[in-house]
């Protein structure tokens, strides 16, 4: 099943109201009981007031913007782990903490995908240390704090995952071996491979009572 990103809508998905530039809004991705991944966009001051079914994946804040002219509003993106990360990691969103977790993990894998190259540290005003990405494609600059990468911070990375991809596939189980079938009884009267292989079995043929031997008569009277 084919996953897609949907853009940023025109209005608040709670009141309808259309939002105007510089308007805080929030925006969540919702696993929904139908698997499939939705995105709800509200004005921050509604945030609180919005129920829907599913589950919440992660969410973030972003003033709003107005689309350009050559934008199409109903364009939405292949849900792949490069469009993710561009969505997430806009300079101009406010990532809460689990939405910077998912960040920080696809920058990891992106960066070893050869789409993100390292571009040093620095730290901000805060004093937070940053990593630097640049997007190969469009040359943007991604300033990501820097994540420990603990055993912990993968699980919970792995739990997001889950939600927006679905569980893992269970292996499936290993095929029962066919039971060699049994060789078949030779027929009566028809001496079986192996003994017709066998010379001990055609010495005890040669030598048997009331038979004569096998040897030619020239042969057997200079042996007398």
Not at 75 to 96: C, G, H, V, W
Not at 179 to 189: D, V
């Amino acid at each position: 099943m084919d996953l897609n990103l949907q853009p940023l809508a025109r209005a608040c998905f709670i009141s309808g109201e259309v939002f105007q530039e510089g308007q805080r809004v929030v925006s969540l991705l919702v696993r929904s009981p139908e698997m499939e991944i939705n995105r709800y966009d509200v004005l921050e001051s509604r945030q609180g007031e919005l129920a829907v079914e599913g589950q919440r994946v992660c969410s973030w804040v972003q003033l709003y913007k107005p689309r350009q002219k050559n934008d199409n509003p109903d364009r939405a993106l292949k849900m792949t782990a490069e469009n993710l990360f561009l969505t997430l990691a806009d300079p101009s969103n406010e990532p809460n903490a689990e939405t910077l977790r998912l960040i920080q993990f696809l920058a990891l894998m992106l960066e070893r995908k050869r789409i993100l190259r390292p571009k040093g540290t620095r730290a901000d005003g805060e004093g937070i240390a940053r990593s630097l990405y640049e997007h190969a494609g469009t040359r943007q600059l991604f300033a990501v704090p820097q994540a420990d990468f603990s055993p912990a911070f993968f699980v919970s990375v792995q739990a997001q995952l889950s939600l927006l991809l679905g569980p893992p596939a269970e292996p499936a189980p290993p095929a029962t071996p066919a039971e060699p079938a049994e060789p078949a009884e030779p027929a009566e009267g028809v001496a079986s491979s192996a003994a017709i292989a066998s010379p001990a079995a055609s010495a005890e043929r040669a030598e048997a009572p009331g038979e004569e031997s096998a040897l030619p008569p020239s042969v057997s009277g200079s042996a007398g």
